[in-house]
């Protein structure tokens, strides 16, 4: 969780920006204000590697393109669009993801793995302003699959996002952030700042 740096930038007159709204009393770095989109979609595959989808299982199911998912293609099983979920996360598959989050997970499953990687959690002794990451699983299946995908439903900041890539390719645990690793009073002496617990809970690092 040490923090070593970040830069930020936004451009003013950019179109998107003003759909933003950004804060400006909040870094940048630190405000919930766009979709988790593909970061979502790793949430999702921990939550089908948790609750027992085997990474090499294949599915068959019907392709979209784009964001035009439809409720037909969480249910329709097409015997030449088959694909496993290691494949599926290398290749940015949605298809796979919408079909076998729809078949595989309940809204409770992925909500519980969305709070286990730091969405809707707070972080602990840190010092300065942020926006919470929220991620809001509906129970209705075309919008759960949608959100299962990122379109939709969660937003999260960038330091989250940083936290939670650092979860997966590590110990499965999401780590508190910390900006300060060390302070050296006026005698010199040195004191190292502690060691917070993680954030939260984090999935199985298999």
């Given amino acids: 969780g040490r923090i070593i740096g970040w830069s930020e930038h936004i451009d003013p007159s950019h179109p998107v920006t003003k759909k933003l709204k950004p804060n400006r009393d909040i870094h940048l770095a630190l405000q919930a204000i766009a979709p988790s989109s593909g970061v979502f979609r790793l949430v999702t595959a921990s ?9 090499l299982r294949s599915y068959c199911y019907t392709k979209f393109k784009g964001t035009w998912l439809q409720e037909y293609h969480l249910t329709n099983r097409n015997p030449n669009g088959c694909n496993h979920l290691t494949e599926a996360i290398a290749t940015t598959d949605n298809s796979y ?3 076998v989050s729809h078949n595989e997970l309940s809204s409770d499953q992925l909500k519980k793995i969305s709070q286990q990687l730091g969405f ?7 010092g300065l302003p942020y926006e919470l990451s929220v991620a809001q699983i509906p129970q209705d299946s075309l919008t759960r699959a949608k959100t299962a995908l990122g379109f939709q439903g969660s937003k999260m900041n960038v330091l989250h996002a940083a936290l939670l890539m650092g979860a997966i390719a590590s110990d499965g645990k999401v780590r508190s952030p910390r900006l300060v690793e060390r ?3 006026e005698e010199g002496r040195e004191i190292s700042a502690p060691q917070f617990p993680p954030m939260a809970q984090g999935v199985s690092p298999s």
Avoid: K, M
């Fill in 183 to 185: 302070i050296i009073d």
């Fill in 97 to 99: 993801l919408a079909f």
């Fill in 120 to 126: 809707d959690q707070r972080y602990s002794y840190f």
């Fill in 47 to 55: 939550a089908l590697l948790e609750g027992g989808v085997s990474p």
